[in-house]
């Protein structure tokens, strides 16, 4: 690990402020991914600010029947929730599927939706990575690339982003808010939050520098069944080959409405408007179901060595919507 | 070079030899005077990064301690404190062999850095129990044969120990049915909850009996 120094934060916006000026600042809360990196030197950051010890650890009721989750929130604590595992039975499982008893007992809310990707290459500082060294190449195109994205990938990053939480967030049609280094809060709903690669992989969320998450506030619950379900090596503790979050409101052989998002296929939790749309009003059955997976996977593309998620991820779908419409 | 020999109470003494500069520095595992005996530490500061004087409270009694910034719990505990029963498998929180208690709850203790734990209350394998009185889940352990090698067997006692703080809690996990539901700690239940504990002897199915056995005893 390179050195760095230590601080301690004394408010959010005095955490913000102090992160202002420093590219090469991080701020540690969970440090389950961080520190992971920092000993492998993926990450070298200079100044460490922790911020554990800032008042964003509620988990509280909004008024319009929502819930607003802070930032600090470990991952355990939010998926035993009493009113995570009633209303937003989708991301209890979404984070109950994660990594282990240990990690989410760390692992904090805004640290989650921070962390970056697994991808081989991106760990391996041998190698080639756009994202952690800007125009060295991607070794993972043209490699081995069996974890890497199928959709909204670019000629520099094929990476996935790792987050099962945020998945079920996005579904949900959560938001997140932040404080930037002025002391201005706004919030950032969770399909503008991460972004693709493009030809800057390294930058992954639309946060401004020095901008930090305080919250994540969910609308109130959705009608409907809600499932998560994830496909992986491994029956406890691997990440997601593909995942899916489903919340899918149906009666009388008929669909009202659904909200699908998928994990572990492109460098951002994906959401597809589109395949939403063929499942809104349509009779409940494979047509609707296969109708729904090819709106959702038309622009997918394989590497070689996950090519397989394509029909994976096809699959997988078509099963969850049989399962959420199951009388 | 790792030499050991036992004293006249039982405890272990443990020779550890001091990287970089071969000086040799006397650890006294598990004593109750390992607070007169503080070890040396292993790394010094880096020269430009001012170290961190950080007070940890573990097993009950407070270690003063300055640090370099990065070191992480797990390292604090056994170069710094000189309580060797955390292990170091893997460093990257994947194999479980750093668990300790921080709080009451479970996590690796190589995945934090232990200047942001002052004042926080870390409990060791030495403090869940020592020969003659036993913890539970250590006379469990013993009792089904919980092991070959022993290496991953402190983090394996120290997370079922959270694990069933956790269930008692009523915490779900992934493959619990019904997330409203009271916990019941199948067998499938007590696999999931411990995947974060790799025994590479694979004595899983003693492991799942002796968490078993203490499981059905606390209900």
């Known amino acids: 690990m390179r050195a760095f120094t230590y601080e301690r934060a004394a408010s959010p916006a005095a955490a913000a402020a102090s992160a202002r000026d420093a590219a090469s600042t991080a701020f540690i809360a969970g440090g389950t991914n961080l520190l992971d990196l920092m000993k492998l030197q993926v990450m070298t950051p200079s100044r460490v600010i922790d911020i554990t010890r800032l008042p964003l650890k509620a988990v509280e009721d909004t008024k319009e029947g929502g819930l607003r989750i802070g930032a600090l929130v470990p991952n355990s604590d939010l998926a035993a929730h009493p009113r995570v595992r009633k209303d937003y039975g989708v991301l209890s499982r979404a984070l109950l599927s994660a990594a282990t008893g240990q990690i989410r007992n760390k692992a904090t809310t805004g640290g989650n939706l921070l962390q970056r990707t697994r991808c081989y290459y991106f760990y391996d500082a041998a190698k080639p990575c756009n994202k952690r060294e800007p125009g060295s190449g991607c070794a993972a195109i043209g490699g081995f690339n069996r974890i890497h994205a199928i959709l909204g990938a670019s000629d520099h990053c094929i990476a996935t982003h790792p987050s099962d939480m945020a998945v079920a967030m996005l579904a949900l049609d959560g938001a997140v808010e932040t404080i930037d280094p002025e002391g201005r809060t706004r919030s950032i709903p969770l399909d503008r939050f991460h972004r693709l690669p493009g030809n800057t992989p390294r930058v992954e969320t639309n946060l401004r520098p020095g901008e930090l998450i305080t919250a994540v506030v969910l609308p109130p619950p959705p009608p409907g069944v809600q499932i998560y379900r994830k496909v992986r090596d491994r029956a406890s503790y691997a990440f997601a080959l593909v995942s899916v979050a489903a919340i899918v409101d149906a009666a009388g052989g008929r669909i009202r409405s659904a909200r699908l998002a998928f994990g572990g296929l492109a460098h951002r939790p994906w959401r597809v408007p589109e395949a939403e749309a063929k499942l809104a009003g349509a009779t409940i059955g494979d047509a609707a179901f296969t109708a729904a997976a090819d709106a959702a996977f038309a622009g997918a593309r394989g590497y070689g060595s996950n090519d397989f998620k394509i029909p994976l991820a096809h699959r997988t779908l078509r099963a969850v919507l049989t399962e959420a419409t199951r009388a | ?219």
């Open chain 2, 1 to 219: 070079m790792d030499g050991s020999d036992h004293i006249g109470t039982g405890l272990r003494r443990r020779k550890v030899l001091e990287a970089g500069s071969a000086a040799l520095a006397l650890n006294i595992v598990g004593s109750e005077t390992a607070d007169a005996q503080q070890p040396k530490p292993r790394t010094r500061p880096d020269a430009d990064i001012a170290p961190f004087a950080v007070t940890l409270r573990i097993n009950g009694q407070d270690h003063p301690l300055t640090l370099d910034p990065r070191t992480t719990l797990l390292d604090a505990l056994r170069e710094h404190v000189g309580l060797t029963g955390s292990k170091k498998g893997c460093d990257h929180g994947q194999c479980g062999a750093c668990t300790i208690l921080l709080n009451g709850r479970r996590i690796n203790a190589c995945l934090s850095l232990a200047v942001m734990h002052d004042g926080d209350e870390i409990t060791t394998i030495e403090g869940l129990g020592q020969p003659g009185r036993l913890h539970a889940l250590q006379a469990a352990f013993v009792h089904r044969d919980g092991y070959q090698c022993g290496y991953c067997t402190p983090g394996q006692i120290c997370s079922a120990t959270g694990m069933l703080a956790e269930a008692k809690a009523g915490a779900p996990s992934v493959v619990t049915a019904d997330l409203t539901a009271p916990t019941e700690l199948t067998d499938a239940e007590i696999r999931e909850r411990m995947s974060g504990n790799i025994c590479r002897c694979s004595a899983y199915p003693n492991i799942l009996a002796a968490i078993r056995d203490v499981a059905g005893a606390a209900t």
